[in-house]
């Protein structure tokens, strides 16, 4: 069975590997630069089509819950730069101890070395979920919250989140891709938690 955690972490590790300089966005160089290095190089005019695609607020930057929204959009399997884009993605999960000259280099089939196979262009059905909840209201999600906070620290984590919006299927593969979509979406500063106002916030405006 997929560990949620590990999975979440595995697709920030992902977005790092684009995020060259660190500053919590991946720009089109840095897209065409880690693309070159696995192997995966496009055309100019292929890769501005897929950073296109990513960029969906297009601020010319691709921010985590975008790359998020990408990974688990259907794929267009007609569209070979698209594709080309996804292996690239599965190829820089090299592992972070290597040296930079090495860190980018194409790896063969690495995803089927993963204990999580992040199936990407697969979206999990949680529209339903979240609609329902949208209709609670801000007051009722945050007597939800609360109730999920069991211990009072004013935030929950990953797994309290999947109990919320998954309840009866929280182990199924599916509800753990849509849970990790969903957290990440709510998880706007990337802290691992999500407090009272993120979560109203992200139910209220989804």
Known sequence: KPDVDSSQQKIKDIFKRYDLNGDGSISCEELGD???????????????????????NHDQRIQFAEFVD????????????????????????????????????????????LDFQLEFGE????????????????????????????????????????????????????ANLAVVKVFAQMDRNSDGKIHCGEFVSYLMNA
């Open 123 to 174: 979206e999990p059905d949680l529209p339903n979920v979240v609609s329902e909840m949208m209709k609670l209201g801000a007051r009722k999600l945050r007597e939800v919250f609360e109730g999920a906070d069991v211990s009072k620290r004013g935030f929950l984590r990953l797994q309290e989140i999947r109990r919320i919006l998954f309840p009866h299927s929280a182990d199924s593969s599916d």
């Open 70 to 113: 990408w990974l688990f959009a259907f794929a267009d399997m007609s569209d070979g730069a698209e594709m080309q884009a996804r292996s690239s993605m599965k190829a820089s999960l090299a592992k972070e101890s290597k040296p930079a000259t090495e860190r980018y280099k194409p790896i063969a089939d690495v995803a089927d070395s």
């Open 34 to 56: 880690v693309m070159k290095a696995t192997g995966n190089e496009l055309a100019e005019r292929d890769l501005v089509r897929v950073f296109s695609k990513m960029d969906a």
